[in-house]
């Protein structure tokens, strides 16, 4: 008898998990209005060195097409990543007065131009 009951009771359970699985339903996946992909441009960044050049392309080799000091604000279109000599370095497209390329590493990125701001001028103090 009791294992009669065990494995009705076993059925049961199964029957129960399997309609709670099958209950729900889909939900349609909505990217949030701040999304990359819902803008011209993919953050702002401020500038951390000293002094860096702006490039006329993602490469060393580019010749400098002006420069930019620490706290300098920039908004970045895109971002490439190029190989040399098994080396990968990321490089960010800016816009602005001085439009041009900047390696990702003398900056700081941001997704709000307020954050940038604020970090801006948190380094000109």
């Given amino acids: 008898m009791r294992i009669a009951v065990k494995h009705t009771l076993g059925q049961l359970l ?5 309609c709670t699985c099958t209950a729900k339903k889909e939900a349609s996946v909505i990217p949030p209005v701040t999304s990359p992909f819902s803008r011209d441009y993919i953050g702002f960044g401020v500038v951390t060195e ?7 392309d993602p490469s060393e080799d580019s010749p400098s097409i002006g420069y930019l000091r620490r ?3 920039v908004r970045i279109l895109r971002r490439q990543t190029i190989k040399v000599a098994d080396v990968f370095t990321s490089w960010v497209l800016i816009e602005g007065d001085r439009h041009g390329w900047l390696k990702e590493d003398v900056m700081d990125i ?8 604020t970090a ?3 380094m000109s103090r």
Avoid: M, P, R
């Avoid at 199964?14 to 399997?18: C, E, I, S």
């Avoid at 000293?50 to 006329?56: A, D, G, V």
């Fill in 120 to 122: 801006s001028e948190s």
């Fill in 110 to 117: 941001y997704d709000s131009e307020n954050q940038a701001k």
């Fill in 50 to 56: 000293s002094f860096t050049h702006i490039t006329s």
């Fill in 14 to 18: 199964l029957l129960v998990v399997l």
């Fill in 71 to 73: 706290g300098s604000l």
